[in-house]
């Protein structure tokens, strides 16, 4: 049975709105359950269809029906019905079914409103620059839509839809930066609920084995960014320390149960650098810096490994100041009771391994004849590659030593390492990142989750720790210039990009990514840090909530003057042409003589009354009337040429 549409719910107004939808739930569909995306799009056909037959709406029992299967299926994929995931999906869910019992302008508004909801919550998944705007977009079609379901009894254009909306949306600009500007931030992540931080997760872990480690090099994230005050140290310095890695039972490398926090001594720091470090969160711990740190961030401490810890987990963007040592000396009086823990190893697995270790032991007089050995061993057979084959669970080493011989940077810090344990030597993992991609346009370091490395830390007597890359003695260029230049190109774009003899590419992928860094920076990473640095700026060293709110009341009266006037600017009747006010006022001092002219009379049938009525003043008349016409309807008149009509209309006395 088929019902009249309500004329306030135009089937151009309801599709309008209907797209909308679509366009702001669409980036939610990659990455929602495929039944949320099903059910959503099956629910704005169904609604489509009825605008379009002007079929009766679903009776209330089927909405309910399909709100209480949608809970039911959200509870069963979640677990839980609150959360982000779970929340989004609802929210998507119900706003799809608000639209079947859309019969008035008062539900078509709240379904309105629904869409800004939902433009909100995909900033929960992603803060990139694409997706900003095209929110920004989804915001301008909403209230296009919204002006078209209040323009009623009429069916405006495009142009009559999107022109006041972009002119409502620029005005609504300035407020808007207002109010992210100055309300007052809110500790801990601002676009994602605490319990569903898990996106942003660092590629690294505190355990290493062979091939896990490799697996990064395909990731494109960023791990953190640097900027050097001065000169950026030369490239081989560059290892960001991570987790160390001490207990090893065969195949994985994995940190010990607990470091002590202390203050380490040192025998000697030199070449200092200072540094700013912008690092993505990644639910742990761990900040990364370079050996070893001089000044520790605040809420910071270094344990005994140099290993540099938060007291909270990174769950936000942070940004710190370091400065860090180079060249260092430390850990040469450590006692035979603290290295005990570093020289463990299973004896029972790589066997083979264990034992060439001590036949160099044996054969060596010395640290560096062994060292030498096993660099001339690695530099004589072994090749340094992104695909390293399987290897034996219980003896990998043993496989990739004797047998395969390609690995990538854990495969050998995890094979030295075991080869230095059972020389004698007491040894460490170290994992983090080594070196990073300079942009040459704010000479900006971004070190990605693909310049993941591992290296080791031997302990000498009278040296104490000392850093030793064995991924050098392969590759060298993995050390001096990173991993593109040691595999080249990882990946379609980049291998386009490299492609490129102009390198247009290159420098767009550089403006990107700085324009990229400013957005992480002052956008999605502007927290109380970041606004207290910004007003500090401005001459304000201090500020609270009470600055804060009186300064935002004062730009909320400042934009909204600014407003009120453009309006009234905009709304002022026009200004009327300089002839036709002299004219109007030619016209007056003739009435005021006697003579008025008639609401339908032309300017030459009054001149001739004037002329019958008034001889005297005739030739003065038909003079003033002339360059009104010439200058109202002969094409226009220069600036002198209305002065002159107008000093003319003012010596006019009629006689």
Partial sequence: MKAAPSPHLDIRNVLWLLAAMVFVVAPHLLRMPYWVGTFFLIVVAWRAWIAWTAMRLPSPWVTRGLTVAALLATWLQYGRIFGREPGVTLLIVMAALKLLEMRNQREVTLSIYLGFFLVLTNFLFSQTIP????????????????????????????????????????????????????????????????????????????????????????????????????????????????????????????????????????????????????????????????????????????????????????????????????????????????????LRFPEDRNPRTIALARQWARESPDTPAILAKVFQFYNREFSYTLEPPELDPRNPFDDFLFVSKQGFCEHYAGSFALIMRAAGIPARVVTGYQGGEVNPLNDELIIRQADAHAWVEIWLPGDGWLRVDPTGAVSPLRVQSGVNAALGPIGVLPSIIAADPLGVLSGIRNAWRAMNSQWDQWVVGYNTDKQRQFFQSLGFPAIDWRTLGFWLMISIFVVGGAISIGLLVRDRPPRREASLVAWNRFCAKLAAAGVARAPHEGPLDFLRRVQSARPRCADVAADITRRYVEARYGGGATRDQLRELARRVRDFRPA
């Fill in 131 to 342: 997706l900003g705007l095209y929110m920004l977009v989804c915001v301008w079609i909403f209230i296009a839509t919204l002006v078209g379901f209040n323009r009623i009894g009429s069916r405006p254009t495009l142009a009559e839809r999107l022109r006041p909306a972009g002119a409502l949306l620029v005005q609504a600009l300035p407020l808007m930066v207002a109010f992210f500007i100055l309300f007052p931030r809110a500790q801990g992540p601002l676009w994602a609920l605490p319990q569903d931080t898990r996106s942003g997760t660092s590629g690294l872990s505190e355990t290493m084995s062979p091939g896990n480690i490799s697996n990064l090099i395909k990731a494109d994230a960023v791990a953190f960014r640097v900027q050097f005050d001065g000169d950026r140290p030369p490239y081989s310095t560059l290892y960001w320390r991570g987790p160390v890695l001490v207990d090893f039972d065969g195949t994985t490398w994995s940190a010990a149960r607990s470091a002590p926090e202390t203050v380490v001594s040192f025998a000697k720091r030199q070449r200092r650098v200072s540094y700013t470090v912008t690092l993505e969160p990644h639910q742990k711990t761990w900040l990364f810096a370079l050996d070893v740190p001089a000044v520790l961030p605040i809420g910071s401490y270094m344990l005994s490994d140099l290993q540099l810890r938060d007291r909270m987990p990174i769950v936000e963007r942070k940004r710190y100041e370091m400065s860090s040592y180079l060249d260092y000396k430390y850990g040469e009086d450590a006692s035979q009771a603290t290295l005990r823990p570093f």
